[in-house]
Nanobody, 125 residues
Framework: QVLLVASGGGSVLAGGSLRLSCAAS????????MSWFRQAPGKEREGVAL????????YYADSVEGRFTVSQDSAKNTLYLQMNSLKPEDTAMYYC??????????????????RGQGTQVTVSS
């Protein structure tokens, strides 16, 4: 059974940091294209970050470039998203997704086979 369980969300002040985790079971994170998405109320789902199998390459949305870092821990079969210098506009439900092949474009949620439940991030000014 495939499961993706996201955690680590919370409420922080602008400028603060959070680290999200996405624990996977039923497949190997390091063998998949793994992404973080977010969706705020009334807004489109947005691709935030992508990491290639094995961590060989990463991509970020322009809105988070330089502030967020995606990584994976093979031993724990877990995906992470380190979020620094958070802004109120980062407020959203964040969730992780997995694809066996590279989705085109990577930030489209429709190319992903597995998706976890979300974890809420709220940034206040």
């Amino acid at each position: 059974q495939v499961l993706l369980v996201a955690s680590g969300g919370g409420s922080v002040l602008a400028g603060g940091s959070l680290r999200l985790s996405c624990a996977a079971s039923g497949f190997t994170v390091s063998s998949y294209y793994m992404s973080w998405f977010r969706q705020a109320p009334g807004k489109e789902r947005e691709g935030v970050a992508l990491i290639y199998p094995g961590g060989s390459r990463t991509y970020y949305a322009d809105s988070v470039e330089g502030r967020f870092t995606v990584s994976q821990d093979s031993a724990k079969n877990t995906l992470y998203l380190q979020m620094n210098s958070l802004k109120p506009e980062d407020t959203a439900m964040y969730y992780c997704a997995a694809a066996s092949g590279l989705p085109t474009p990577w930030y489209s949620p429709y190319g992903y086979r597995y998706r976890g439940q979300g974890t809420q991030v709220t940034v206040s000014s």
